[in-house]
Every structure is written in structure tokens, then in C-alpha cells.
């Protein structure tokens, strides 16, 4: 179990890194990047 444990926080590390390595992701459809770089519904 441990060893399972393990492997899924450095899957789930990898996962964020590449979300972190790639911020200018276009956001869904009908919404807009703000400020922040957070991706908003239109109000």
C-alpha cells in the first residue's frame, strides 16, 4: 500500500507539473481569462 502510495503523489505531482508548464491553455468555450489567469464565465 505504501508503495502504491507513493506512486500516486508522483502521478499526481506529474499531472500539476504539466499543468504548470503549459499556464496558456485556452479556457472552455464561453469563458474568458481574467486578471489572474484564471478562467471565468462570462457574466
Known amino acids: 500500500k505504501i ?3 507513493i506512486t500516486t503523489t ?3 505531482n506529474l499531472l500539476s ?3 504548470i ?3 496558456e491553455l ?3 468555450l464561453g469563458q474568458r481569462r481574467d486578471s489572474l489567469g484564471n478562467c471565468r464565465n462570462r457574466l
Do not use: F, I, L
Request: hydrophobic share 20%; with cysteine.
Open 10 to 12: 508522483t502521478e499526481s
Open 17 to 19: 507539473g504539466q499543468v
Open 26 to 28: 485556452e479556457c472552455p
Open 21 to 23: 508548464r503549459v499556464p
Open 3 to 5: 508503495s502504491m502510495s
